[in-house]
C-alpha cells in the first residue's frame, strides 16, 4: 500500500500536512508532515506533490534497520533506533524523508490515509 | 491559551524597536482574535482624531484561534485599521497562506505603529524579526516582488506585499499575498504604504497547542468529510465565486454600468463556464480549504497570470464598466494586483467616471486623452495604472477615492457615486433588494457585501418587502458572517457548502479547552460589531444616522434594464429598514448603541464616556 498523488488535482491548501503532523506527531504542524507541496507560481501555476512511494531504498541503506514495514507493507522509521545519521534522507529520490532540529529522528510516510480524508479535490489517494 | 500563541509582536517603525507582550487572556476571552483582536486594539491603542496616514494609526494584523489549525477553512487573517478611505473602522480580510505562518511563527498579532523613515520590509522567522531595507524593492509590482522575496529568502517564506498604488498612497491600496489574495478593501494597503512598509515574510516552524487533540482531530476530520459531500460541492469548486455572475444577471443584481442596472446583456460571455473553460489554470486553495473558490488563470490574449477573477471583480471590473471580454477583465484584475488597488474601488471608481464622461462632465482632456466610454478595455487599463501611479489630473483625483471625486467635480455626480461612508459598493446591485441594501447602509467598513450577504433572502422573501424581519436577517448575518472573521476562518463552507453552525462552538471548545456555546460565540459576534460602531462613533466628528446613507441611485433612480427594470428602493423605505435595524440592535434613533445596549454586551467599562 502506497499513497498516490494527482498534481493537476492539487489545489495547494496544505490541509494534507495538517492531517500527517496530527497523525504523526499528534501536533497540528505541517512542517512535521511526511509529505510536501511545492507551488510553482506566478508561472505556470501548478501545485507539485512530493510523496513517498515505498521504493524501500531508505530501509536498504539504513546502518542500523531502524526501518521497517507495517502490517499494511508500508515503511517507517523507529524513533529510538534512528541515529540521524541521514543516509536515507540523501538516499531518497523523492526527497521525502524528513528531519528536523527539535526531532531526534527522522520520519516517513507510513501510508495511514489520514491525509485522503481531508483532501477536498481527491488528488491523494491509496492503493498497492 | 491553547489556540493561541499568547504572543503579540509589535513593531515600531519609528524607532525601531520590536517587542513581544503577552496576549491578555481576557482580550482571547471576550473578542478571541482576528477582527475581533484586531477592533479591540484598535480601540484600546489608536486615539481618536489620529491620522490614518500618521504615525499614531497602526495596523493590525491578526489570525484567529482557528487559523492554521485542521478545521475547513482555516485560512483567513484580518488586517485592521483606521482607514484612510472613509475615516472610521476598517478591516480587511485575507485568505491564503500567511495567516497560518504567522501562527507557527508564534503570534496572535503583529502590530505595526509609528512610520519608517526609510522603505523596509519586516522579516520574521519564528522569533529573529528585522526591519530590513526595502530601498530597492520600492516602486515593484505586488507579485514581482513577492517572487523575488520567494527566490531570496526560500519558498516556505509566506509573503504580503504592497504595490505601486500602496507606496502612492491611494486610498483604497490593497495588501497582496499569494500570488492573488488580497485583503482588499479600506485602504489597509495604504496605511503599510504611508507606514513605508513594502512587505512582510514570515516563516514559522511551531505548531498550534490544541487541548484536546483527539477530539479537535475528530470534528474537523467530520466537518472536512460534511464539505465534501455536500450537493454543492463539485459546481462551487468548478466554478468559485464565479458562479454567481448568471444568478445576479438574471436577478437583477450584476452591477451594469455604474450600477444603472442589475443585468447585463453581454453577461453570457463572462458566465462562470466560459471563465472556466478558457483561460482557468488550476484551483488554488487558501490553507486548510476543502473547497477552493480560487482559480489561478491565465490569459493567452494578453500573456499574463492572475488568481481570478474573482465574481466581485467580474462584477466591478466587467459589467460595472461595461466589460464582456473575459479575458480583458483578467487583465483588469491583473493590473490591479501587480499595482496592488482594490479591484471592487477601482472599478467603482472607474465606472463613475465613465458615467461622467458619456454624460459630459468629464471630457476626454481631462481624462488625459483616454475614451473613457462604457466598454472601453484599453481606456479601463489606462485608468488603472494612471490610478495606482496618481498620474494626471483625473487618475490623481479617482485616487481619492468615488465618495471625494464626487465632491470635487459636482454637477449632479454624486447622485451616481455609488458608496455608503466613502467605501465604493461592492457588486450586488440594489435598486430593489431591501435587505441588501441595508447590508450595505450598515455594513461596518462602509458598502461591502461580506458582513451580510442578504440578497439571496431579498429574492426568496420579495425583493421591495420592508419589515422587521427583514432587517432583522440583516442582523443575523451580520452575527454569523463576521464571527468567522473573529475565529480566523473562512465563512464560504457555511455559506455555499451549507456545512452545519453545529461545528463551530464545540470545535472551539476541543481547541482551547474553554467551554463556549454557539450563543456565546454569537453575543461576542454581537460585543465586536458594537465595538467597531463605537469606533465610528468616537472617530468621526458628527457620526450618526446620515452615514448610513444609501447610495442615491438606488432610492432615486429607477434601474435601467433587466428584470428590475423600473424598480428602485424609496428613500423613505430605506429609512424605515432603518429604524426597524436601530430598534432591533438596541442603538437610538441616530444609530448609536444605547448605554443598556453597551451594559448587555460588556461594552460598557470599554468605551466608557463615549456612550451616548
Known amino acids: 500500500m502506497r499513497l498516490y498523488a494527482d498534481n493537476a488535482k492539487c489545489s495547494g491548501c496544505r490541509a494534507c500536512l495538517v492531517a500527517c503532523s496530527l497523525h504523526l506527531f499528534g501536533e497540528n504542524n505541517p512542517k512535521k508532515a511526511a509529505l510536501s507541496i511545492v507551488p510553482h507560481f506566478p508561472a505556470p501555476g501548478t501545485f507539485e506533490v512530493k510523496v513517498c512511494t515505498q521504493c524501500g531504498q531508505c530501509a536498504d541503506v539504513c546502518p542500523v534497520d531502524a526501518i521497517h514495514q507495517n502490517d499494511e507493507g508500508a515503511y517507517y522509521v523507529d524513533p529510538d533506533e534512528c541515529t540521524l545519521c541521514m543516509l536515507c534522507v540523501d538516499e531518497c529520490p523523492e526527497g521525502v524523508v524528513y528531519s528536523r532540529p527539535d526531532v531526534d529522528y527522522v520520519w516517513e510516510c507510513d501510508a495511514c490515509g489520514d491525509c485522503v480524508d481531508v483532501c477536498g479535490p481527491d488528488a491523494l489517494w491509496l492503493a498497492d | ?612
Open chain 2, 1 to 612: 491559551m491553547n489556540g493561541y500563541t499568547g504572543r503579540i509582536l509589535r513593531v515600531n517603525l519609528s524607532d525601531g524597536t520590536i517587542t513581544t507582550e503577552r496576549t491578555p487572556r481576557e482580550v482571547m476571552r471576550d473578542y478571541l482574535g482576528g477582527r475581533g483582536l484586531g477592533a479591540y486594539l484598535l480601540w484600546t491603542e489608536v486615539p481618536a482624531g489620529a491620522d490614518p496616514l500618521g504615525p499614531e494609526n497602526k495596523l493590525f494584523i491578526s489570525p484567529g484561534p482557528l487559523s492554521g489549525t485542521l478545521f475547513p477553512g482555516a485560512g483567513k487573517m484580518d488586517f485592521t485599521t483606521r482607514s484612510p478611505l472613509t475615516g472610521g473602522y476598517a478591516d480587511a480580510s485575507m485568505g491564503g497562506m500567511l495567516t497560518a505562518e504567522i501562527k507557527y511563527a508564534g503570534y496572535d498579532s503583529i502590530i505595526l505603529e509609528g512610520v519608517s523613515d526609510e522603505p523596509v520590509y519586516l522579516y520574521i522567522d519564528d522569533d529573529t524579526v528585522e526591519l530590513r531595507d526595502a530601498s530597492e524593492y520600492w516602486g515593484m509590482g505586488s507579485f514581482a516582488l513577492e517572487e523575488r522575496l520567494k527566490d531570496e529568502l526560500g519558498e516556505a517564506f509566506q509573503i504580503a506585499t504592497i504595490g505601486p498604488a500602496g507606496e502612492n498612497l491611494v486610498k483604497y491600496a490593497c495588501i497582496n499575498h499569494d500570488f492573488g489574495r488580497q485583503a482588499g478593501r479600506g485602504g489597509v494597503g495604504t496605511v503599510m504604504g504611508a507606514k513605508n512598509v513594502k512587505a512582510i515574510a514570515v516563516r514559522g516552524t511551531g505548531g498550534i497547542p490544541i487541548a484536546d487533540v483527539d477530539t479537535f482531530t475528530r470534528l474537523s476530520r467530520e466537518a472536512y468529510r460534511e464539505c465534501k459531500e455536500a450537493d454543492g460541492f463539485k459546481a462551487w469548486t468548478r466554478y468559485g465565486t464565479m458562479i454567481v455572475t448568471s444568478w445576479c444577471d438574471k436577478n437583477g443584481a450584476l452591477p451594469t454600468r455604474n450600477f444603472q442596472s442589475g443585468s447585463f446583456e453581454d453577461a453570457a460571455d463572462i458566465y462562470a463556464p466560459v471563465f472556466r473553460h478558457s483561460i482557468v489554470v488550476t484551483d488554488k486553495g487558501c490553507f486548510g480549504c476543502p473547497s477552493p473558490c480560487g482559480k489561478y488563470s491565465h490569459s493567452k490574449k494578453h500573456d499574463i497570470y492572475v488568481e481570478g477573477p474573482e465574481y466581485e471583480t467580474n462584477g466591478m471590473l466587467g459589467s460595472d464598466v461595461g466589460l464582456s471580454d473575459i479575458e480583458d477583465i483578467a487583465k483588469a484584475n491583473q493590473l490591479c494586483d501587480e499595482l496592488g488597488l482594490d479591484t471592487i474601488s477601482a472599478g467603482g471608481c472607474i465606472a463613475w467616471a465613465m458615467e461622467c464622461y458619456e454624460k459630459g462632465i468629464l471630457d476626454q482632456e481631462q481624462a488625459d486623452g483616454l475614451d473613457l466610454r462604457f466598454g472601453n478595455a484599453e481606456a479601463t487599463f489606462g485608468l488603472i495604472e494612471r490610478i495606482a501611479k496618481r498620474q494626471g489630473w483625473l487618475g490623481n483625483l479617482l485616487a481619492e477615492g468615488v465618495k471625494h471625486a464626487a465632491a470635487e467635480v459636482g454637477q449632479g455626480s454624486e447622485k451616481w457615486a455609488v458608496h455608503v461612508k466613502g467605501m465604493e459598493q461592492s457588486a450586488y446591485d440594489t435598486h430593489s433588494a431591501t435587505s441588501m441594501l441595508l447590508a450595505y447602509m450598515t455594513a461596518d467598513v462602509g458598502a461591502h457585501h461580506n458582513r451580510a450577504w442578504a440578497i439571496t433572502y431579498d429574492i426568496a422573501e420579495g425583493r421591495d418587502e420592508v419589515s422587521p424581519k427583514k432587517a432583522a436577517k440583516v442582523i443575523e448575518l451580520q452575527h454569523i458572517r463576521p464571527l468567522m472573521d473573529v475565529l480566523g476562518c473562512c465563512r464560504l463552507q457555511w455559506v455555499e457548502l451549507d456545512m452545519s453552525l453545529d461545528h463551530y462552538a464545540p470545535v472551539m471548545k476541543a481547541l482551547t479547552g474553554v467551554e463556549i456555546s454557539w450563543e456565546d460565540l454569537l453575543q461576542i459576534s454581537e460585543r465586536v460589531w458594537n465595538l467597531t460602531r463605537m469606533i465610528w462613533v468616537r472617530d468621526v466628528e458628527g457620526f450618526g444616522r446620515e452615514w448610513d446613507a444609501p447610495a442615491p441611485r438606488f432610492v432615486e433612480e429607477p434601474a435601467a434594464s433587466g428584470p428590475t427594470e423600473g424598480q428602485f428602493t424609496p428613500a423613505e423605505a430605506a429609512q424605515q429598514m432603518l429604524d426597524y435595524y436601530y430598534d432591533q440592535r438596541g442603538w437610538d434613533e441616530n444609530g448609536i448603541p444605547t448605554p443598556e445596549t453597551l451594559e448587555r454586551l460588556g461594552l460598557a467599562d470599554l468605551v466608557g464616556a463615549h456612550s451616548s
